[in-house]
């Protein structure tokens, strides 16, 4: 007859190993976790507009100083900041994608301005309409071209002057890839 009885200390002695096992796994899965992942997204040739400050009178080529307060209201898509606020600006990018799917830019922050939304320039016979872009997609495999006249990031209510070669940093939001942070030189 076989005598199965085993002490605490031989169950304790058997378990250390497969403790060490288990406390192995989760240190390697948290550390990938931790890991940020590689983003399929990359940015080309990021710029800016050059544009006055709030409260400046001048004007300059390339500058797009704000129209004046009866333009007709806030013209922003969440509504929370005017044109009126201050100069408006814009970003422009080239956007590629690595990744095997789409994806999708989905807002913009900047601290530099009030607010960073995502416009489109539409024509409508010999009239040219910005209109907001919920979303700029960018193909698997391919790119995207924000540029002036087309897809761009409208910058509104500029906190200060932004001059020719003067970096202004941008973080463009994803809906796969997440935050890409990118400098835009003003030009």
Not at 51 to 59: F, I, M, Y
Request: aromatic share 2%; proline share 7%; with cysteine.
């Amino acid at each position: 007859m076989i005598d199965l009885r085993v002490s605490r200390w031989q169950m304790r002695e058997a378990a250390r190993p497969v403790a060490g096992a288990v406390l192995l796994a989760l240190a390697v899965a948290d550390c990938a976790a931790a890991a940020p992942a590689r983003s399929d997204i990359g940015v080309i040739d990021p710029w800016v507009r050059a544009a006055p400050g709030p409260g400046s009178s001048h004007g300059g080529a390339g500058v797009m100083p704000a129209p004046p307060a009866s333009h007709g209201g806030p013209s922003t898509m969440r509504g929370d900041a005017s044109i009126a606020d201050g100069s408006v600006s814009a970003a422009y990018m080239t956007l590629t994608n690595r990744g095997a799917s789409a994806d999708f830019l989905v807002g913009v922050r900047c601290e530099l301005a009030n607010a960073a939304e995502l416009h489109e320039s539409v024509r409508e016979g010999d009239i040219v309409r910005m209109r907001p872009a919920a979303r700029v997609e960018v193909p698997a495999g391919g790119q995207t071209a924000l540029a002036p006249g087309g897809l761009h990031v409208m910058l509104v209510g500029v906190k200060r002057e932004l001059v020719p070669g003067a970096k202004v940093p941008l973080v463009l939001r994803f809906e796969r890839s997440g935050e890409v942070g990118v400098e835009a030189v003003v030009r």
